[in-house]
């Protein structure tokens, strides 16, 4: 069965200090990739995607990550955190399916990223 | 542009009580969904609907039942609520079933059950 890890439940960086947050996945062919971001109180909102290409995707607000098919992960990062970037963080995966329709998405159970000032 | 339109956004129910969380969506997506969100657990997909007329269930489906009448609307019907569906829920859309990995989200709902 399709899964989706994030090792850190929890993580605590300085304002402009560089991030990553950790994603892995368990699927037996290349699937879809995705994070996305939740502000406290708010919906998610979709920060970045891969589906195939380059290796080293780009998203809003100054986010990256990078898939890694010999170690399963999808990495999120971003060079230098602000304090708004204080939020839980979800990678998820969608399984791709032969007729060309993406299965529903797994969620990871998220990190949660504190900035300190 | 309202997107994903979720109520009420807070709700407080007996146990035994029923009641229905409101989703609409002003994008003309064909896939909508629900989810649920408790701490330590991510989210978890209840229903999920392809198109007008059409639902299957998610992972966590019992106790609560969905209908999709029109490509707006996809409403959530709790039965007889438990203590155990205390939660955040959580509408969402896509354009397609190409794409049920970008979703749109509303805001939540908040549900307790005393």
């Known amino acids: 069965a399709q899964s989706v890890t994030q090792p850190d439940i929890h993580i605590t960086v300085s304002e402009g200090a560089s991030l990553e947050l950790r994603c892995n996945y368990s699927y037996g062919a290349t699937p879809y990739l995705f994070w996305y971001v939740q502000s406290p109180g708010q919906g998610l909102q979709l920060l970045l995607k891969y589906f195939s290409g380059d290796t080293l995707v780009q998203g809003i607000k100054g986010f990256e990550a990078e898939f890694k098919r010999s170690q399963s992960s999808f990495n999120l990062r971003k060079p230098s955190v602000h304090w708004s970037d204080a939020a839980e963080y979800f990678c998820a995966v969608a399984p791709w399916d032969y007729g060309g329709s993406q299965g529903n998405l797994i969620f990871g159970k998220g990190t949660k990223l504190s900035v300190k000032p | 542009n309202a997107g994903v339109t979720q109520t009420p956004k807070f709700q407080v129910l007996k146990t035994g009580q029923s009641m229905t969380l409101q989703c609409a969506q002003d994008?003309?997506?064909?896939?909508m969904s629900w989810y649920r969100q408790d701490p330590g657990m991510g989210l978890r997909l209840i229903h999920y609907s392809v198109g007008a007329g059409i639902t299957d269930q998610g992972e966590v489906p019992n106790g609560y039942n969905v209908s999709r009448s029109t490509t707006e609307d996809f409403p959530l019907r709790l039965l007889s609520a438990a203590p155990s569906q205390t939660s955040v829920y959580f509408c969402?859309?896509?354009?397609?079933?190409?794409?049920?990995?970008?979703?749109?989200f509303g805001e939540g709902s908040r549900l307790t059950v005393l």
């Open positions: 969402a859309s896509s354009y397609s079933t190409a794409n049920t990995g970008e979703l749109f």
């Open positions: 994008m003309n997506h064909e896939y």
